[in-house]
C-alpha cells in the first residue's frame, strides 16, 4: 500500500522579490501575489533600537502593519506611511488565507 500525500500552501505567496519605491515619507511596495487572503506589511527603520525577531512576527504584523486584502491573484501596491525622511528601512511582510493560516516566521524574514 503506497501513501501519497501533497503540501498545498493556501495563503497568499509573494511571486519574486518586492519593488520598493521610497518618497519622502512613505514606500510603495509593489508585490505580485498569488492566492487569496490578507497581506501584512511593516517598514522597521534601522535607526531602531533592540530590534528582535518579535518585531515582524506574524502577530506584530497583524497588529501594527499595513493591511490589504488579496481577492485574486495579481500585483498590488501596499502604501507604507508616516516614515522619517532620509531614513532606511528594512520592509517585512506576512500573508494568511481568510481562515488565518498563515506564513511561519521564517517565511516572514525572507520577505525582506
Known amino acids: ?3 501519497a500525500y501533497d ?7 509573494l511571486m519574486g522579490r518586492a519593488m520598493a519605491t521610497p518618497g ?22 534601522h535607526f531602531e533600537t533592540n530590534v ?3 518585531w ?6 497583524k497588529s501594527v502593519g499595513v493591511s490589504l486584502s488579496i481577492l ?14 532620509s531614513s532606511t528601512y528594512d520592509v517585512y511582510c506576512y500573508s494568511e488565507d ?3 493560516v498563515g506564513m511561519s516566521t521564517d517565511a516572514v524574514v525572507a520577505t525582506k
Open 1 to 3: 500500500m503506497d501513501i
Open 7 to 13: 503540501f498545498y500552501i493556501f495563503y497568499p505567496q
Open 24 to 45: 519622502r515619507t512613505f514606500i510603495n511596495l509593489n508585490v505580485s501575489l498569488q492566492g487569496t487572503g490578507r497581506l501584512y506589511c511593516r517598514a522597521i527603520g
Open 52 to 54: 528582535d525577531s518579535t
Open 56 to 61: 515582524y512576527s506574524p502577530n506584530v504584523l
Open 72 to 85: 485574486s491573484s495579481g500585483n498590488y501596491t501596499v502604501h507604507l506611511p508616516d516614515l522619517s525622511p
Open 98 to 100: 481568510f481562515n488565518g
